[in-house]
C-alpha cells in the first residue's frame, strides 16, 4: 500500500498545475522538492496533494462528460428521432460550440435556418442544454389548440368591456427567446406557445407561456417555468402535464400492410367505436394489430405558476385514467395576466378570471391521442415496409 501510494504522489507531485508549483516551476527550482503537494512534505501539505489529486481527477472527468455529451446532443439534432426530451450537462462554452456545430450542419445539409424541430435549448442556472426532438400530434396539438382557446375568450370578455382591446391580445407558436435578466441572462428558450400584448409604444410585449410535456419531463417543465419567470420577468406560466402508461414501444416484428391508408381507417373506426362503448369515461390504451400504439391516458393537468406565488394553481382533466370531475371553469389565469401594467391601468375595466372551456379541451386531447397513435402506427409501417406503406 504505502510503495503505491508514493508511486500516486510522485505521478501528481511532477504533474501538478496547482497556482504555487505553478509559480515555483516558472522561477526553475525542481517541481519534485518545492511542490507544495510532495509527499515528503508537512502532513497538511500531504492533505493538499490528496485534495489535488481529487481536483485533477474530477477536472477530467468532468471535461469528458462534457465532450460525451456534446457529441451525443449534437447527434441527436442531426437525427432527430420523435418524441424525445433529453437534457444534457453542459458548461456555456460547450454549449455555444454546439450552436455553431448545429448552424453549420443546418447550412450543409440545406435545412432551414428555424425549423420547429428539433429544438435547442440553454439553462445557464444549471448549466443545462435541452434537445427537444420532432413531437407527435398529442403534444401539438395541446399546445395551439389551448392557445386558440384562450385567446378566443380573452377576447370574448373583452368585447363586452373593452372592445378596442382585442386586437392587443395575440398568440404566437415557437419562437426562440434569450434570457434578459439576472442570473438567466444567458438562457435560450423555446416555448411551446406564448400570448402577447402589442403595445402601442413598446410593440409585441411577451406576457405568457405554455409549456407541454410528459409526466417523466416535469421536473425538466419546471426548470423552464423558472427560467421563464425569472429570466423574461413574465407574470405567469402554463405547464400542460400529459401521462401515458406505459410509455410507447416498437413492435419487435414487421407487419404485412398492403394498404395503409385502409389500415389507418380501420384502425380509427375500431379504436373510436372501442371508447364509445366503454363505461365510466376510462381512457385505455389504443390497440391494433395485437400491439399498443397509446398506452392508457392516464393522467392531464393544467398547472398555473405565478410570479408572486410559491405553488401552481392546479386543474385536473383527467386522473386515473378516468375523467375529473367536476371539471372547473376556470385554470387560475385573469384577464390582466394579458395585459401590460401601463396597458392594464389604460384599459380601465374590471378583472375578471378568464373562463376555460375543460370539456372541450379534454376533447382536444382524447383526440390528439388518437392521432399519435396512428402516427406511431403509419412511421412504424413505412420503416418497415418502405415507401408510402404499399407493398
Known amino acids: 500500500m504505502r510503495s503505491s501510494q508514493t508511486y500516486l504522489t510522485r505521478e501528481i507531485g511532477n504533474s501538478c498545475t496547482s497556482p504555487q508549483h505553478l509559480a515555483r516551476r516558472s522561477g526553475g527550482e525542481s517541481p519534485w522538492l518545492v511542490c507544495p503537494n510532495s509527499l515528503f512534505q508537512t502532513p497538511h501539505r ?6 489535488c489529486a481529487q481536483i485533477h ?14 457529441a451525443k446532443a449534437l447527434d441527436l439534432l442531426k437525427k432527430n428521432p420523435p418524441e424525445q426530451r433529453i437534457d444534457f450537462q453542459l458548461p456555456y462554452s460547450r454549449y455555444m460550440k454546439l450552436v455553431e456545430s448545429w448552424s453549420r450542419f443546418k447550412v450543409e445539409a440545406n435545412i432551414l435556418e428555424d425549423p420547429k424541430y428539433p429544438r435547442l435549448s440553454y439553462n445557464p442556472v444549471e448549466q443545462i442544454a435541452t434537445v427537444v426532438t420532432i413531437q407527435r400530434a398529442l403534444h401539438e396539438m395541446a399546445a395551439v389548440e389551448f392557445g386558440f382557446l384562450i385567446t378566443l375568450l380573452v377576447r370574448e370578455y373583452l368585447g363586452n368591456h373593452k372592445p378596442d382591446e382585442k386586437r392587443r391580445i395575440l398568440t404566437s407558436g415557437s419562437t ?4 434578459t435578466h439576472g442570473k438567466y441572462a444567458k438562457s435560450s428558450n423555446e416555448p411551446d406557445g406564448s400570448f402577447m400584448y402589442a403595445d402601442k409604444d413598446h410593440g409585441r410585449v411577451l406576457q405568457l407561456v ?8 416535469y421536473a425538466a417543465l419546471l426548470r423552464d417555468k423558472d427560467m421563464w419567470i425569472q429570466g423574461h420577468d413574465l407574470k405567469a406560466v402554463v405547464l400542460i402535464c400529459v401521462k401515458e402508461s406505459p410509455r410507447f414501444e416498437k413492435p419487435k416484428a414487421a407487419y404485412e400492410i ?14 373510436t367505436v372501442m371508447q364509445r362503448n366503454m363505461e365510466g369515461e376510462i381512457y385505455g390504451p389504443i390497440e391494433y394489430h395485437g400491439h399498443r400504439w397509446f398506452g392508457k391516458f392516464s393522467d392531464a393537468f393544467l398547472e398555473v405558476w405565478r410570479a408572486d406565488r410559491k405553488d401552481p394553481i392546479r386543474t385536473w382533466l383527467i386522473k386515473d ?4 370531475d367536476p371539471l372547473p371553469m376556470t385554470i387560475g389565469l385573469k384577464i390582466s395576466d ?8 389604460a384599459a380601465n375595466i374590471p378583472d375578471s378570471d378568464v373562463r376555460f372551456v375543460t370539456g372541450e379541451y379534454v376533447h382536444i386531447l382524447l383526440e390528439g391521442r388518437l392521432a399519435t397513435a396512428e402516427e406511431r402506427f403509419a412511421e412504424f409501417c413505412k420503416s418497415t415496409v418502405g415507401g408510402d406503406g404499399q407493398e
Open 57 to 70: 481527477t474530477t477536472s477530467s472527468w468532468e471535461d469528458n462528460n462534457s465532450s460525451w455529451n456534446y
Open 210 to 217: 405554455t409549456e407541454v410535456g410528459f409526466s417523466e419531463h
Open 258 to 271: 398492403k394498404n395503409l391508408d385502409v389500415e389507418l381507417a380501420t384502425m380509427r373506426e375500431s379504436n
Open 46 to 51: 500531504m492533505r493538499c496533494q490528496i485534495m
Open 176 to 179: 426562440t427567446r434569450t434570457g
Open 321 to 324: 385514467g378516468r375523467l375529473y
Open 338 to 345: 394579458f395585459f401590460t401594467e401601463d396597458g392594464w391601468a
